[in-house]
Nanobody, 124 residues
Framework: QLQASGGGLVQAGGSLRLSCGAP????????IGWFRQAPGKEREGVSC???????FTADSVKGRFTISRDNAKTTVYLQMNSLKPEDTAVYYC????????????????????WGQGTLVTVSS
C-alpha cells in the first residue's frame, strides 16, 4: 500500500516536499507517478520517475516541481517550489508494477497501485 505524505497549508510562493513510499517495501520494481485532483476537476498527471531514474514532468509544473527517489529506492519525493493557488489539490502517488525499465507515463489508468492522497492547499 503506497502512502503519500507531506501535504499541508502553504502561502503562495512557498514550498512543500511530498513523500511516497510503502513501509518496509522497496519501490525498485515500480515506476512511480505523482498525480493531483482539484475539486471538480479530473485527475491530472504531475510527474513520474522510471525504474532507471529518468523523469518526466508536466508542462503545467515544469521548472517548479521536481521528482526524485532516494538511493535505497524506498521513497519517491515531489519537491514543489513557487507554489501557486492553482496547485491546490489532493496529491496522489501511484505505482506501475514491473514496467519496462525506461517506462514513463502520466495517464492515471496505466498505474496499478494508488496511495490515499495528501492535501496541498496554497493560499493567496
Amino acid at each position: 500500500q503506497l502512502q503519500a505524505s507531506g501535504g499541508g497549508l502553504v502561502q503562495a510562493g512557498g514550498s512543500l516536499r511530498l513523500s511516497c513510499g510503502a513501509p518496509g517495501f522497496s519501490l525498485d520494481s515500480y515506476a512511480i507517478g505523482w498525480f493531483r485532483q482539484a475539486p471538480g476537476k479530473e485527475r491530472e498527471g504531475v510527474s513520474c520517475i522510471s525504474r532507471t531514474g529518468t523523469t518526466f514532468t508536466a508542462d503545467s509544473v515544469k521548472g517548479r516541481f521536481t521528482i526524485s527517489r532516494d538511493n535505497a529506492k524506498t521513497t519517491v519525493y515531489l519537491q514543489m517550489n513557487s507554489l501557486k493557488p492553482e496547485d491546490t489539490a489532493v496529491y496522489y502517488c501511484a505505482g506501475k508494477s514491473r514496467p519496462i525499465y525506461y517506462w514513463l507515463d502520466l495517464r492515471p489508468y496505466e498505474y496499478d497501485y494508488w496511495g490515499q492522497g495528501t492535501l496541498v492547499t496554497v493560499s493567496s
